[in-house]
């Protein structure tokens, strides 16, 4: 009987060691692979590069994006750095980063403001239904949406969208109203959702306006052919 208990301790102890040995391995590889690609990416530039913005940034965008992984800001530029000012928090709310969009609009002064939300958006989808299950720090955030009358998670992304620049528009109407700033409402598609193609940017709001033609209207968008601007009731995704 003792021998048997042995046997199970050791086993359920190695086991034990094997998954917290794994678990360090995991982390290991992920510290590396952050140190190795600096190394690698430092190396890409000359030191003159970094020299332009020593002193100063003067980024043209300030961008509020939701934290989630999938969703990059080398998907809207070849070169961010110095260019793209970035907030982010799940779900790109305007009331929890109040600050620092403060900061890019009137302290660095970019003259967009772009808040871009993304397809299958765990925090609106989250924030659609009961989240009252979730850590009170999530919770928290997670009020500040107003989903719940959306339709669907598509339509949910881009309402939430929609409100968050509602937010921002109170703030700087002023600035937008004089054209000082022009604040952009998007939805970054990488999965298709809507139609327009994998990875695709969606205009979905231009200072408060969501009519395609009324956003059209701006000249901002005049020469670009591909532009996607609205969200089309009938669109179905292409394959
Ligand atoms: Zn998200």
């Not at 002193?55 to 070849?78: A, E, G, W, Y």
């Not at 989240?131 to 009020?143: N, R, T, V």
């Amino acid at each position: 009987m003792y021998k048997k208990f042995l046997i199970l301790s050791i086993f359920i102890l190695s086991g034990t060691f094997a998954q917290a040995e794994n678990l360090h391995d995991t982390i290991q590889g992920a510290v590396r692979s952050l140190i190795e690609d600096n190394e690698m990416l430092a190396k890409l530039k000359p030191p003159e590069h970094f020299k332009t913005f020593y002193d100063i940034q003067n980024p043209r965008v300030t961008m509020l994006l939701c934290s989630d992984s999938r969703v990059q800001v080398d998907n809207f530029s070849h070169g961010a750095e110095n260019d793209i000012f970035v907030a982010r928090n799940i779900g790109n709310q305007y009331v929890t980063t109040q600050g620092s969009i403060e900061y890019g609009v009137n302290v660095l002064k970019t003259p967009v403001l772009a808040i871009i939300g993304h397809s299958h958006c765990g925090a609106v989808k989250a924030a659609m239904g009961d989240f009252g299950q979730l850590a009170e720090p999530i919770q928290k955030e997670l009020q500040t949406l107003d989903v719940k009358s959306a339709a669907d998670e598509k339509a949910g992304v881009v309402l939430n969208v929609h409100h968050q620049v509602d937010l921002a528009l109170a703030d700087y109407k002023e600035k937008v109203d004089s054209g000082q700033l022009a604040i952009i409402g998007a939805v970054y598609d990488f999965r298709n959702d809507y139609g327009y193609g994998n990875g695709r940017l969606i205009i979905v709001n231009l200072n408060g306006k969501t009519d395609p033609q009324e956003i059209q209207k701006s000249g901002y968008f005049k020469d670009l052919k591909n532009v996607a601007i609205g969200v089309t009731k009938g669109k179905e995704p292409k394959e």
